[in-house]
C-alpha cells in the first residue's frame, strides 16, 4: 500500500525559533499533499493544500507566512513553522494523494512539535 | 467538522461483540466518504471509504452504511477485538473542485477485553 512517511516525529524548540516538518510519499508521486493540525482530544483541521510546483492554498485563520509551506517535488513537501510559540504546540499531520478528486489520501504518521 | 471540546464520545463495547460508530455530516454536496481509525500517537489509517451512489459497502469484519436523506453515515465492526481500540473519524470530501477532507469530531472506540 501507499506510505506516507514524516520526519520528525518529535521535535522540541524554544520560543521563537523555527521548526521544519518534512513529508514523503514513499512508493508513489503524490499530486496533492495536505497539512493538517491536531490538539489531544480533537479532529483534524486542514491547515494548507499543496500542489507540486505551485503555491500552497491556506485555510481561513491559517498564516500563510508563519506556516511556510513547500512542495517541491511529487515525493516532497516541506511544513515550515516559522517563530514558533507555545501554542504552535500540537501534532501536525501530513496526507497524499495521487489523482483527481476522490481518490484516496494516505496520511504520515505525523509530528509531535512542542515549543517551550 | 469542526473540532468541539476536549472530551471525545466514547463507545465502549465488549470483545466479540459488534460495533456501531455513527457519524452525521453537514455538506449535501459531499459525494465521498471514508472511515479512518485513529492510534494514539499515530496517524489516521484508512480503513474504509463509500462513494453516494452507494448505501453500503464491505469489507473485511467493517461494513459503512450511508444514508443521505439523513446525511447520516456509521461503521459497522463485526466481532470487535481489542486492537480495533482507537479514535475513528468520518470524512467528507468537501464537494466541488476541492479534494479536502472535513473529518468529524471522532469517537473512541473502548474495547473490553
Known amino acids: 500500500g501507499a506510505v506516507v512517511s514524516q520526519h520528525p516525529s518529535r521535535v522540541i524548540c524554544k520560543s521563537g525559533t523555527s521548526v521544519k516538518i518534512e513529508c514523503r510519499s514513499l512508493d508513489f508521486q503524490a499530486t496533492t499533499m495536505f497539512w493538517y493540525r491536531q490538539f489531544p482530544k480533537q479532529s483534524l483541521m486542514l491547515m494548507a493544500t499543496s500542489n507540486e510546483g505551485s503555491k500552497a492554498t491556506y485555510e481561513q485563520g491559517v498564516e500563510k507566512d508563519k506556516f511556510l509551506i513547500n512542495h517541491a517535488s511529487l515525493t516532497l513537501s516541506t511544513l515550515t513553522v516559522t517563530s514558533a510559540h507555545p501554542e504552535d504546540s500540537s501534532f501536525y499531520i501530513c496526507s497524499a494523494k495521487s489523482g483527481g478528486r476522490g481518490a484516496t489520501q494516505y496520511f504520515g504518521p505525523g509530528t509531535r512539535l512542542l515549543v517551550l | 467538522g469542526e473540532s468541539v471540546g476536549l472530551h471525545l464520545p466514547t463507545l465502549s463495547v465488549q470483545e466479540g461483540d459488534n460495533s456501531i460508530i455513527n457519524c452525521a455530516y453537514s455538506n449535501s454536496a459531499s459525494d465521498y466518504f471514508i472511515w479512518y481509525k485513529q492510534e494514539s500517537g499515530k496517524g489516521p489509517q484508512f480503513i474504509i471509504d463509500i462513494r453516494s451512489n452507494m448505501d453500503k459497502r464491505q469489507g473485511q469484519r467493517v461494513t459503512v452504511l450511508l444514508n443521505k436523506t439523513v446525511k447520516h453515515l456509521s461503521l459497522q465492526i463485526a466481532a470487535t477485538q481489542p486492537g480495533d481500540s482507537a479514535v475513528y473519524f468520518c470524512?467528507?470530501?468537501?464537494?466541488?473542485?476541492?479534494?479536502?477532507?472535513?473529518f468529524g469530531t471522532g469517537t473512541l472506540l473502548a474495547v473490553q477485553p
Open positions: 470524512a467528507e470530501n468537501a464537494g466541488g473542485a476541492t479534494n479536502k477532507l472535513i
